[in-house]
């Protein structure tokens, strides 16, 4: 009698520790999915690259080839940078699959065909991307690159 009641007490852990591990895939799913705000995501950008001595400035902008909401920020009073906020994490990666590994073109489908655009940008492309947000930045500096590389992973596609 005593095994049995072992064997059932050491089943129903078993069974409490797999439902554990469910929820704590199923919270980190959830914040995967989780939005981040715009206002949110420009204040922590703005507080990231002004803590290493960078300036900081942005401007909301008009729709470009990404898909998202455009933002244009001014590092340094000349360094590019544009951040992209979508809707969801699904639209950001939706979008991010259209970008050449080298970041010089983007594909958008129009139903079964593509049609795939060159882009002549006017520095290096370097793009990365957190939940639904985008950042692409253009340039070589160093520093700012350590920065994003170190905040948001390595690029997604770029140069």
């Given at each position: 009698?005593?095994?049995k009641?072992?064997?059932?007490?050491?089943?129903?852990?078993?069974?409490?520790?797999?439902?554990?591990?469910?929820?704590?895939e199923e919270s980190?799913?959830?914040?995967?999915s989780?939005?981040?705000?715009?206002?949110?995501?420009?204040?922590e950008?703005k507080e990231m690259?002004?803590?290493?001595?960078?300036?900081?400035?942005?401007?909301?902008?008009?729709k470009?080839?990404?898909?998202?909401?455009?933002?244009n920020?001014?590092?340094?009073?000349?360094?590019?940078?544009?951040?992209?906020?979508?809707?969801?994490?699904d639209?950001?990666?939706?979008?991010?699959?259209?970008?050449s590994?080298?970041?010089?073109?983007?594909?958008?489908?129009?139903?079964?065909?593509?049609?795939?655009?060159?882009?002549?940008w006017?520095?290096?492309?370097?793009?990365?991307?957190?939940q639904?947000?985008?950042?692409?930045y253009?340039?070589?500096?160093?520093?700012i690159?350590?920065i994003?590389?170190?905040?948001?992973?390595?690029?997604?596609?770029?140069?």
């Open positions: 009698m005593y095994k009641g072992m064997v059932i007490f050491c089943v129903v852990l078993m069974l409490m520790g797999c439902k554990a591990a469910n929820q704590a980190v799913s959830l914040e995967s989780i939005a981040i705000s715009k206002d949110d995501f420009l204040e950008m690259f002004e803590q290493s001595d960078n300036t900081f400035s942005y401007e909301d902008a008009n470009s080839i990404l898909e998202g909401e455009r933002v920020i001014t590092l340094n009073d000349s360094e590019n940078m544009q951040v992209y906020i979508y809707e969801s994490s639209k950001a990666i939706e979008d991010a699959k259209r970008i590994l080298d970041g010089f073109s983007y594909t958008k489908s129009e139903g079964d065909e593509g049609m795939t655009t060159t882009i002549d006017i520095d290096n492309p370097h793009f990365y991307k957190i639904n947000i985008m950042i692409l253009l340039g070589n500096d160093e520093t690159l350590d994003l590389s170190d905040s948001f992973g390595e690029q997604i596609a770029g140069s």
